[in-house]
Nanobody, 114 residues
Framework: QVQLVESGGGLVQPGGSLRLSCRASGFTFWRSPMSWYRQAPGKEREWVAAITMDGGVKKYADSVKGRFTIARDNAKNTLYLQMNSLTSEDTAMYYC???????WGQGTQVTVSS
């Protein structure tokens, strides 16, 4: 069955960095555009970044542009999100999402706090 398993979240101080991973299985990963979303407590889920099947095109929400980098390794069926210069506003549950088929991971918590 389709599985997306996120990892790499945790507690980090403001200004710090984290790298999230999303390991995919059960579908043809290289054929699916992929995205990262996040949801902070009391807020709606918001789109963070997206990447095309071959990784050639990447797009970012304005709130993370210049600080976050989305990447994928199709040989490893894995999606990444490198997050730098983190602030408290980045505290949220982070989810990866496959487009083909449409499927969500279970999320990994990122908390930015001193």
């Amino acid at each position: 069955q389709v599985q997306l398993v996120e990892s790499g979240g945790g507690l980090v101080q403001p200004g710090g960095s984290l790298r999230l991973s999303c390991r995919a299985s059960g579908f043809t990963f290289w054929r699916s555009p992929m995205s990262w979303y996040r949801q902070a407590p009391g807020k709606e889920r918001e789109w963070v970044a997206a990447i095309t099947m071959d990784g050639g095109v990447k797009k970012y929400a304005d709130s993370v542009k210049g600080r976050f980098t989305i990447a994928r390794d199709n040989a490893k069926n894995t999606l990444y999100l490198q997050m730098n210069s983190l602030t408290s506003e980045d505290t949220a549950m982070y989810y990866c999402k496959a487009s083909t088929p449409e499927y969500w991971g279970q999320g990994t918590q990122v908390t930015v706090s001193s």
